[in-house]
């Protein structure tokens, strides 16, 4: 189904976690079909556009009757790369590492934390969802040791380009960085820099708009 | 500068805070100039795209040597409302409250806290980032003596629409949700629903697409 030839745009690449997620819902109301139109609405984005995206994955073979919301789920998924069984370790024991290690949609969506890193004393070996964090001292040993797809950094923002060097060394294939700084690598890895901060600016535009 | 007639589309919209924040950038490194073409490499947009976004709000008067970087900088800062003194408070003193009450780059986007709230005996009267957490039950009293634009939910998903719906009634124009539920108001309350997951999931996808 997946056509890995035509380059998708990062916007469909983006939207594809939010299809993923309404279906997802669908699926827990119970619904199995739904029409282009009627996704639509709950996405906001036309259903014109909703058919474009899905012809970079081959379709999914809309009906007339519309999508089977199963099959469509489980399609996206797939392209998602959500049954790879991607591992995780997170760098970073303060507040917002530990605040991620317990958020439970990650692993919902497959993804498996193997390890927590830290480099204060007192909070190494400590447990954070049942981890015992680790000195970020034995991060390579650790790495040569387990297969880790994904390093979630939640280090000071002078420390987040040598941590990240650090895990793409070691054979790290994608980073979430939340620090302020901006990440980037060659093409190999893929890097997601979350800038909380955004949606609180478009917050306050949308607040400031609905004003006027 | 700004014309509210026209209504600029959800996804340049999004795009301003990523301009502010390159322009923040270029500011920091002395930069007085910068072309569209140069911006577009940056922001990864192309110069047509920049110029498209820019129109909606009158253009900023590029010349044929490029955008005046502090001038810019500024307007899309006033277009965004950060000049306004937003307030905000946290309902949820976990460990993603505490760590988005010590976020420092909401503060220097003019974001102000002034109120932290939990249910939890053993948090409440605690003090993070020199704020002490107040009892959830004060919280109409606390509105209805302080103006506060932006709600910020950290609560567990069962509690978050009651807890918007209090802070909304009390006037609250903006949510910013991080909880999996989605949040929908009438057109006056403004939500941003954050999706921790979908970075996830993207960068699975990315890595998934590399290998191949």
């Known amino acids: ?15 594809l976690p939010r299809y993923y ?30 058919r474009q995206d899905f012809n970079y994955f081959g379709g999914f073979g809309q009906q007339g009757y519309g999508y ?22 997170i760098i970073g024991a303060g507040n917002l590492g530990r605040a991620l290690a317990s958020h439970d949609t990650f692993e919902k969506r497959g993804f ?20 015992d964090v680790m000195s970020i001292d034995s991060l390579e040993e650790f790495l040569s040791e387990n297969r880790v797809d994904i390093g979630i950094l939640t280090v000071p923002k002078a420390a987040v380009v040598e941590t990240a060097e650090r895990l793409v060394k070691c054979g790290v294939k994608g980073l979430m960085n ?27 535009y949308k607040i400031k708009t609905n004003k006027n």
């Open 1 to 15: 189904m997946s056509d890995n030839e035509k380059k998708v745009p990062a916007v469909v690449v983006r939207r």
């Open 21 to 50: 997620r309404y279906l997802g819902e669908l699926l827990n109301q119970d619904i199995k079909r739904i029409s282009s139109n009627a996704l639509s609405v709950k996405m906001n984005v036309t259903a014109s556009q909703i």
């Open 68 to 89: 089977n919301v199963e099959y469509l789920y489980s399609e996206i998924g797939e392209i998602l790369g959500l049954n790879d069984g991607d591992t995780t370790v």
């Open 112 to 131: 498996k934390l193997v390890g927590i890193f830290d480099n204060d004393p007192n909070i190494i070996g400590t447990s954070i969802s049942g981890i």
């Open 178 to 204: 939340f620090s302020y700084t901006e990440l980037n690598f060659d093409k190999e890895v893929a890097v997601e820099n979350v800038h909380l901060s955004d949606s609180l600016m478009t917050l306050s």
